[in-house]
């Protein structure tokens, strides 16, 4: 009885020390701070496997199409990825080095990644990071599995054709 009456009492404890420290201000939501690496192993892995469960949809058109792929890097440079993830032979902006956690380079994302896994990405964004939900800006579903085609192909694709795919009129 009293070792429930002491573990009871040292819950509330806690309870009351969170409370304090999150609501108090002194947990910091700084963007350069880092976290503890519990944390982040936290975060990508609950991030994985909510994607894991929600991606669904299968591609409507064949994604090795080159006329969708094309479509795809325009839309891609078009809707602002290139920001913040870069592209073949293109910079991504300054500020995309401030974004915590970091956009990742796509090249490697494109091989792990199922193509139903890429699409709800691109359409629902991830939430606190700075990966935008392009479905809500108003992507059409069909625009986006052209960009799906496109981070897909982006390991083979060469720094000439992405700036003849881009620029093409
Ligand atoms: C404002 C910056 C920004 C823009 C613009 C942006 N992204 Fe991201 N993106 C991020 C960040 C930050 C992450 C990392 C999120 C995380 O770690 O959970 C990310 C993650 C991703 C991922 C990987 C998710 C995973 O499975 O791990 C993909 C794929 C992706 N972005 C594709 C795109 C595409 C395609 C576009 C354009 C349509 C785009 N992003 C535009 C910042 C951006």
């Known amino acids: ?51 894991d469960r929600h991606a669904g949809d299968q591609p409507p058109v064949p994604l090795d199409d080159p006329a969708t ?23 991504w902006a300054k500020f995309s080095e401030g974004l915590r956690p970091d956009p990742p380079d796509l090249k490697d994302i494109a091989k792990e990644r199922e193509p139903s896994q890429l699409f709800w990405v691109i359409k629902n964004g991830v939430k606190m990071t700075g990966m935008p939900s392009f479905g809500a800006t108003g992507a059409p579903d069909q625009e986006i599995w052209t960009i799906v085609a496109f981070v897909k192909k982006l390991p083979t694709v060469s720094e000439a054709d992405y700036k003849a795919w881009t620029t093409a009129p």
Do not use: D, K
């Not at 094309?70 to 920001?83: D, E, I, Y």
């Open 69 to 91: 792929v094309q479509a795809g890097a325009r839309a891609f440079a078009a809707r602002g990825c290139v920001n913040c993830h870069g592209g073949p032979g293109a910079q």
């Open 1 to 51: 009885m009293r070792l429930l009456a002491f573990i009871g009492a040292l819950s509330i404890i806690a309870a009351v020390g969170a409370v304090i420290f999150f609501f108090g201000g002194f947990y910091s939501v700084a963007g350069s701070a880092t976290e503890p690496g519990v944390v982040s192993w936290a975060l990508i892995n609950v991030r994985e496997a909510s994607i």
